[in-house]
């Protein structure tokens, strides 16, 4: 018996970052499964677009026999709009995120997980105007006079799931307290740092014959308060609504739905290929405002197909959706035009 390697090196290419900072995105991440010899997992990442460059770290440490974890999130990310015609104004933003995660399994079998965990983060961002050296400058509501938006909160979160050899049913729900510490933002009028949100996401996988499987999620995410954009959920892009550019919607609250049928049309056990083609998916989303007006289009849904392929340390995925409501947004990228890909390739 050979022991596995605990490191890998991973690549992704694919273009699901917003199109004002360039949709097409660089990703590697390098991954250390025991760095010390406890068990304890690091992750290191870089991410770069046309218009954004970010770094992220995670290391998760084991705490206790029962598999209990604690890790530390760390991500930091500068951006400039080079979208048309906002570029001229020549705006840029550096952004960070430090969060710490508390999380232990109360069941944990090969056939159903249950856990617990909290997690206590901080984010920050802030804009600028380029443009007749302006400086610091607020676009996003609640920013202060400097263009900075700061949230501390406090999150409670329950995650469940149980496995069969048919199916595996996945449920996580998450409280969010958003409190007044550690420089965070407070105004008096409008939103800041002190909010309350609960956010569910529920996911089922069927297989319905050998690589034929069903799949159908959704998510919501409640709140009785005015948000900040940090905290606001996005709508539109391959992740959740297919057919539309990424975070075509941003509001308080928000609805999705998702179905999609994967079918076989080529396999290559010798070289670990599968070939599935994605017949048909269907994406919804909606989104509403607690106290400000709704976006003028806030449901939006889109319908298309697509194809995976595996091989091996090769991961590949194209889809291609159709808008089913007009949002009237310029299709200037392809991603404006419902097509999306992404290639993984994991080099050790």
């Known amino acids: ?17 917003s199109p004002a900072v ?3 995105r660089h990703q590697v991440e390098l991954r250390e499964g025991n760095v010390s010899g406890f068990g304890d997992r690091l992750t290191l990442g870089y991410t770069s677009t046309s218009g954004s460059k970010g770094f992220d770290l995670t290391y998760t440490l084991p705490v206790s026999p029962d598999n209990t974890t604690l890790a530390v999130d760390f991500t ?37 997980e ?14 600028f105007l380029g443009i007749a050296d302006i400086g610091g400058f607020p676009l996003s509501r609640g920013a202060d006079e400097d263009g900075q938006t700061v949230v501390s909160s406090l999150g409670f979160f329950q995650e469940w799931t149980q496995r069969s050899l048919e199916q595996v049913l996945a449920v996580r729900s998450q409280f969010n307290l958003g409190f007044d510490m550690l420089g965070a933002t407070i105004n008096e ?77 080529y396999r290559n056990p010798e070289h670990d290929a599968l070939l599935q083609v994605v017949v048909p998916f269907i994406d919804l989303g909606y989104g509403w405002n607690t106290e400000e007006a709704n976006p003028d289009t ?23 959706g159709l808008p089913l409501v007009d949002t009237n947004t310029e299709a200037n990228s392809l991603q404006e035009r419902g097509v999306y890909f992404t290639v993984d390739y994991a080099f050790f």
């Open 1 to 17: 018996m050979v022991e596995a390697d605990s490191f890998d090196v991973g690549y992704t290419l694919d273009n699901n970052r």
């Open 22 to 24: 360039g949709s097409l």
């Open 76 to 112: 930091t990310t500068d951006s400039e709009v080079i979208e048309d015609p906002f570029d001229v104004l020549d705006i840029t933003a550096d952004s960070g995120a430090l969060a710490l995660t508390l999380r232990h399994p109360l069941i944990e079998t090969p056939t159903r």
């Open 114 to 127: 249950v856990a617990l965990g909290l997690q206590l983060s901080r984010e920050r961002t802030q804009t």
């Open 189 to 265: 009028t409008g939103p800041d740092s002190r909010f309350f949100s609960w956010q569910g996401q529920a996911q089922w996988v069927r297989l319905l014959a050998p690589d034929t499987l069903l799949l159908l999620k959704g998510s919501v995410q409640l709140t009785p308060d005015s948000l900040l954009g940090l905290e606001q959920i996005g709508i539109g892009g391959q992740a959740t609504v297919r057919g539309y550019r990424q975070d075509e919607l941003l509001t308080d609250n928000g609805a999705l739905a998702s179905l999609e049928v994967r079918l076989p049309i």
């Open 298 to 320: 806030n449901f939006i849904a889109g319908l298309g197909a697509g194809l995976l392929f595996q091989m091996e340390a090769l991961r590949a995925r194209l889809d291609i």
